[in-house]
């Protein structure tokens, strides 16, 4: 069966960004000039995944106004004749079919993605988190599909990290997949997956394997999920979830493997980390990356400080 839907979860209270984020959704924060989940819903569009469920929250509305269509604006380009603007914001409406669901309480992961479960029903689907932008050049979510399309069951991305970094992050025990899974995807980039922990310290951490925020999953995750006690942090975690699903018979739906990226990715999940994507990406923005670069290199060089300019 082949995948069509995407999640995204976005019910998260964006306290890391407060006072930013007190009447704004974390999402729509702009890096550049796109609202961060414009990027994800972008990306699973490409993917083929034209039907995105978002899981949203209190305050979290004017996420759905962005991929609405918006006449009046539109009118007002129209007429005057901007027709790059009138396109662009245009193409937000036009990315995907999307649906929303609320998550009534901040649980976790898990319990945003078990939310899921009435829309997606008997069919596999990914997951996308926004706090991860993977770049358009990078199918790594076509190719996650092609290995569940291989495989079966559910498919994470992996990405090596330093050990002192590991507890930011899932991990898991990984054994290489033997020979070529997918034509696009080379020898030795696919692993099994056992011993799922979620944000472990360096010494109990199965690898140094991070799980990023793309999966493709089995529906059986759901009869999971239901059953997944909150781990850490007192939230329902995906990754709990993932742990049991790769002991549950292929037959039944189980079995995990993660296909490592290597490919760029920008995280926007704290501030320093929000800084660094937007320079990364507005240094290779088509309109503004040279003029940017630049300005850049002169305030490096020390010689655009203290400027009025
Ligand atoms: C979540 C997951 C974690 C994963 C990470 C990827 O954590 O729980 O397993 O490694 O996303 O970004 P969060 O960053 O939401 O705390």
Same mark, same amino acid.
């Given at each position: 069966?082949?995948?069509?839907?995407?999640?995204?979860?976005?019910?998260?209270?964006?306290?890391?960004?407060?006072?930013?984020?007190?009447?704004?959704?974390?999402?729509?924060?702009?890096?550049?000039?796109?609202?961060?989940?414009?990027?994800?819903?972008?990306?699973?569009?490409?993917?083929?995944?034209?039907?995105?469920?978002?899981?949203?929250?209190?305050?979290?509305?004017?996420?759905?106004?962005?991929?609405?269509?918006?006449?009046?604006?539109?009118?007002?380009?129209?007429?005057?004749?901007?027709?790059?603007?009138?396109?662009?914001?245009?193409?937000?409406?036009?990315?995907?079919?999307?649906?929303?669901?609320?998550?009534?309480?901040?649980?976790?992961?898990?319990?945003?993605?078990?939310?899921?479960?009435?829309?997606?029903?008997?069919?596999?689907?990914?997951?996308?988190?926004?706090?991860?932008?993977?770049?358009?050049?990078?199918?790594?979510?076509?190719?996650?599909?092609?290995?569940?399309?291989?495989?079966?069951?559910?498919?994470?991305?992996?990405?090596?990290?330093?050990?002192?970094?590991?507890?930011?992050?899932?991990?898991?025990? !990984?054994?290489?997949?033997?020979?070529?899974?997918? +034509? %696009? @995807?080379? =020898?030795?980039?696919?692993?099994? *997956?056992? $011993?799922? /922990?979620?944000?472990?310290?360096?010494?109990?951490?199965?690898?140094?394997?991070?799980?990023?925020?793309?999966?493709?999953?089995?529906?059986?995750?759901?009869?999971?999920?239901?059953?997944?006690?909150?781990?850490?942090?007192?939230?329902?975690?995906?990754?709990?979830?993932?742990?049991?699903?790769?002991?549950?018979?292929?037959?039944?739906?189980?079995?995990?493997?993660?296909?490592?990226?290597?490919?760029?990715?920008?995280?926007?999940?704290?501030?320093?980390?929000?800084?660094? !994507?937007?320079?990364?990406?507005?240094?290779?923005? +088509? %309109? @503004?990356? =040279?003029?940017?670069?630049?300005? *850049?290199? $002169?305030? /490096?060089?020390?010689?655009?400080?203290?400027?009025?300019?």
């Amino acid at each position: 069966m082949t995948v069509t839907k995407a999640v995204i979860p976005a019910a998260g209270l964006g306290t890391r960004f407060l006072p930013a984020t007190k009447a704004v959704p974390k999402e729509l924060l702009p890096v550049v000039d796109v609202p961060a989940i414009e990027y994800v819903v972008r990306e699973a569009s490409a993917a083929g995944l034209s039907n995105v469920l978002l899981i949203t929250g209190k305050t979290k509305g004017a996420i759905l106004d962005h991929f609405d269509r918006a006449w009046d604006v539109e009118a007002l380009l129209e007429e005057k004749g901007d027709l790059t603007r009138l396109r662009a914001i245009r193409q937000s409406a036009e990315l995907a079919i999307i649906h929303a669901v609320r998550q009534p309480a901040p649980r976790g992961l898990g319990h945003a993605v078990l939310c899921a479960k009435e829309h997606v029903g008997d069919e596999p689907f990914a997951v996308l988190l926004g706090d991860d932008l993977i770049d358009a050049r990078d199918p790594l979510l076509t190719n996650m599909i092609a290995v569940r399309q291989a495989l079966g069951g559910s498919v994470v991305a992996l990405m090596r990290v330093p050990r002192d970094q590991i507890s930011l992050y899932g991990s898991a025990a !990984a054994e290489p997949v033997p020979g070529v899974v997918t +034509p %696009e @995807l080379p =020898a030795g980039s696919v692993f099994r *997956l056992s $011993e799922l /922990v979620e944000k472990p310290s360096p010494a109990e951490a199965p690898s140094d394997f991070a799980i990023i925020g793309r999966y493709v999953l089995d529906p059986a995750v759901f009869a999971v999920l239901e059953e997944t006690a909150p781990g850490r942090g007192g939230e329902i975690q995906l990754t709990d979830a993932l742990a049991a699903l790769a002991q549950v018979d292929p037959a039944a739906g189980g079995g995990l493997h993660g296909v490592v990226f290597s490919g760029r990715r920008y995280d926007t999940g704290d501030r320093l980390d929000y800084l660094k !994507a937007v320079v990364r990406m507005a240094l290779d923005h +088509p %309109e @503004l990356g =040279a003029d940017f670069g630049a300005w *850049l290199t $002169e305030f /490096v060089d020390g010689k655009d400080r203290d400027s009025s300019q």
